[in-house]
């Protein structure tokens, strides 16, 4: 959620910053309904006001032995300005409600480092790491892969549970297993404490990070408080909502496995085949509550860890800087990073990592204070893949696949497999 007072100091700044993230929000209504807002509060505190100095007039009334009708008078001076300030308090209340959910449907701002686009034809190259490899046949992809060695079941999944799910079996299942503790051990070696999230959270910690009411139809809802988490992100960083955190004790930094659960409701048609895009897939999510002034060194150490894990696993990747147009909604910057598919013949996205800077905070209320008299400032929260499990997979399958339909097990995963080939 953005500073009211900061849209109100300087209305331009999101006009523009809407601009650049391709929204089409008038800021008309919520401006004018601001207006009166405060119009009302002040007209409220000075009839608040008449009243207290009218409610005085009773009591010197009394004093001087006034008769009835004179007391009578006040009082129907005190229940006429009753019913207007309760009038105006009912109003204020509603334009509250009414801005507040506009606030909730208006995107972050975008850090001034950003660089401006439309979509992702416009993100930033920053670095690769490794080559792709070139193969001396023609590579399949896979879920033919996965297939042909009965270690990745679609068909199965599809009759007990619809499209986008999968059945992993045997040395499939292991693998699986195997990347998320090999990406669980090598963040807490780095200095993440690792937590295990419920899958299951309450409509407010949804709202809290930001994917409600924005994102409802892409969330599996339980019933109408509860919903299936897209993310660990969200009950991770909802840990400590309505917090004041000690300062000293930031950044905090956190890991967590999860399954993650979305409907994909906006991405009909869009990879249909294969791992890359599941109604149920697992991630290990990374997740920090910083100071302001730490968050985008922070961002800097987070990109870096997710970076960590792939080249341990010798996967080529590439990380981009995504631009204005192609940012989520509750960043102010991400960088994607995005491993090769030669089934794709391209980069395709395997992490992104954010700093929502006060965006997150000031919906969930998350504070910190360096020192017990110092008045509370809104911490900033990041969040990052560190990385998709099943693409994960995709990419070791695809990557490290051999002539005769076998796959290499990369050797940073060979002590959690207990082999180093899958055939």
């Known amino acids: 959620m953005l500073d009211i007072k900061r849209i109100r100091q300087n209305p331009q700044e999101l006009i523009d910053a809407l601009k650049a993230r391709n929204k089409d929000i008038s800021l008309d209504e919520f401006l004018a309904q601001d207006e009166e807002r405060r119009a009302l509060l002040a007209s409220v505190e000075e009839k608040k006001a008449l009243r207290n100095a009218t409610s005085k007039k009773i009591g010197e009334a009394k004093k001087r032995g006034a008769d009835a009708s004179e007391t009578e008078a006040i009082m129907a001076e005190m229940r006429a300005l009753g019913d207007e300030i309760a009038a105006m308090d009912q109003k204020v209340s509603e334009l509250d409600d009414a801005m507040n959910l506009f606030l909730m449907s208006v995107p972050n701002f ?14 930033i190259e920053q670095r690769r790491w490794g080559t792709p ?17 009965k270690i990745l079941d679609f068909d199965t999944a599809a009759k007990i549970s619809g499209a986008r799910f999968t059945i992993y079996r045997g040395l499939g299942a292991r693998l699986e297993r195997a990347v998320i ?13 690792e937590v295990y999230p419920p899958y299951m959270v309450t409509r407010s910690t949804m709202t809290g990070t930001g994917q409600l009411p924005k994102f ?3 969330a599996y809802k339980v019933d109408q408080d509860t919903f299936l988490i897209p993310t660990a992100e969200v009950p991770v960083t909802n840990m400590y909502r309505e917090m004041i955190l000690d300062g000293a004790q930031l950044p905090i930094r956190h890991c967590a ?12 048609g869009r990879d249909t085949r294969g791992l890359i895009r599941q109604h149920q897939f697992n991630k290990v999510e990374l997740v920090k509550i910083a100071k302001p002034d730490q968050s985008y060194d922070e961002l800097e150490t987070m990109t870096q860890a997710a970076e960590r894990v792939l080249q341990l696993l010798g996967l080529p ?21 995005e491993v090769w598919m030669p089934s794709y013949n391209r980069y395709v996205e395997i992490s992104s990592c954010s700093n929502c800077e006060d965006f997150q905070a000031r919906r969930a209320g998350i504070r ?11 911490a900033h929260t990041l969040n990052g893949s ?21 796959v290499t097990i990369p050797e940073a995963l060979r002590p959690y497999m207990g082999c180093d080939v899958i055939k």
């Open 110 to 123: 975008p850090n001034a480092s950003v660089p401006l686009g439309k979509d992702d034809k416009d993100n």
């Open 386 to 406: 560190g990385v998709a499990v099943g693409r994960t997979v995709a990419a070791i399958l695809e990557n490290f696949q051999n002539e005769d339909g076998s």
């Open 133 to 149: 490899r070139e193969f001396s046949w023609e590579p399949k992809p896979h879920w033919d892969i996965g297939t042909d060695l």
């Open 181 to 193: 503790n090999f990406f669980l051990n090598t963040h807490v070696e780095a200095g993440f404490d």
């Open 216 to 218: 409802e139809e892409d």
């Open 257 to 268: 496995y999860s399954s993650c659960f979305r409907a994909e409701a906006g991405s009909a």
């Open 368 to 378: 910190f204070r360096d020192n017990p008299k110092d008045k509370p400032q809104f």
């Open 317 to 337: 990747y590439r990380v981009v800087t995504l631009c204005t147009g192609d940012m989520g909604f509750s960043a102010a910057k991400t960088y994607d990073i």
